[in-house]
């Protein structure tokens, strides 16, 4: 008598998922020509050749786990005979082929992803190293934070570039310190992450110098400012900016002339010329609130490709992967 309803209700919920195996079976009834002897049979529908033929749901599986998740061709073979207790043993050859087929099926995707690149107002590259059999090649990564391009090509540098959409590119380029790319672009913005690195380890190796941990600062307060006013940034304070940009350079010239660089680092007094000449590509950002002050989003694509290269160890052939870019 104590206990009335409320009107609410309280709800718990159990997830789970379930794999279910799906077979169709299309039967065709047998005739053979009474002159010729040939056999004759109603046509089977597209794509049904083998005795054995295997399903969009299943091939994507597979390809997932062994491209994009980088388990390898046995563990994939496996892990599918696992989870269908031994119904689908898949072949190791079929896993391997189905990078090759599915970058058949990709190559219009991959052609209007090309052209978006190319008319995007800003493109974020990078580049990384492929080793097959031993010899180096490269993969270069263009994007623009929606579309994604890696290409696998014999070279690095004006060779390589040629084959992507960096080259006839005429926006702004967001890239490291390569400077085969300031021959492309209408202009550039590098990458702070790796001169805020440099800038540490010279403070740490140049500890009586004062420009590098003024211009570390700077720069992180260049950035948080940046970032908090997003496009709202008053002109007199990006002038600000840039002034005080010059006058730590301008210290750092002075400190070098009395401080001369020891020849077993010569990385600051190297980094404040870079910094120097390179100023307006350093500072591109504060025109430009719609760019990054880094080029991070390209280096987390391509750690997709390393881990890749990590897994596989060394890849058999330089189509292999061509192939594993595509996919990716």
């Known amino acids: 008598p104590n206990i009335y309803p409320t009107g609410k209700t309280i709800t718990k919920q159990v997830i789970d998922i379930q794999m279910n195996v799906i ?122 934070k929606e579309y994604v391009l890696y290409q696998h090509l014999e070279h690095k540098g004006h060779e390589g570039l040629k084959n992507t959409p960096v080259k006839d590119y005429k926006g702004i380029l967001i890239h490291d310190h390569d400077r085969t790319y300031y021959s492309y672009g209408s202009s550039h913005q590098e990458c702070l992450a790796h001169v805020l690195r440099y800038l540490v380890s ?40 840039k002034n005080k940009y010059f006058e730590i350079l301008e210290l750092a010239k002075i400190e070098y002339l009395a401080n001369p660089p020891s020849e077993g680092f010569l990385d600051g007094y190297n980094l404040q010329k870079r910094l120097n000449k390179y100023a307006d590509s350093h500072l591109l950002f504060l025109e430009h609130p719609e760019i990054d002050y880094t080029n991070n989003i390209s280096e987390r694509c391509l750690r997709k490709f390393k881990r890749k290269q990590k897994q596989a160890v060394v890849f058999r052939s330089t189509s292999g992967g061509e192939l594993i870019c595509n996919a990716l």
Not at 230 to 236: A, C, I, Q, R, S
């Open 23 to 144: 077979v169709h079976d299309f039967v065709a009834d047998e005739y053979r020509h009474r002159i010729t002897g040939s056999r004759i049979h109603a046509p089977f529908p597209q794509g049904i050749v083998n005795e054995v033929n295997y399903g969009c749901g299943l091939k994507s599986f597979a390809f997932l786990l062994n491209n994009y998740y980088n388990v390898s061709i046995n563990k994939t073979q496996q892990c599918i005979s696992d989870i269908t207790h031994g119904i689908v043993s898949i072949s190791t050859g079929m896993i391997n082929s189905l990078a090759k087929e599915f970058s058949v099926k990709t190559e219009l995707d991959r052609t209007k992803i090309f052209s978006n690149l190319l008319h995007s107002n800003a493109m974020y590259s990078d580049a990384t190293v492929s080793n097959i059999n031993g010899s180096r090649k490269a993969v270069i990564l263009c994007t623009d």
């Open 202 to 241: 010279a403070i740490e190796n140049e500890p009586h110098l004062k420009w590098h941990k003024q211009m570390h600062s700077l720069l992180q307060k260049i950035i948080h400012t940046s970032k908090k006013s997003k496009d709202h940034l008053p002109n007199e304070k990006k002038i600000s900016f």
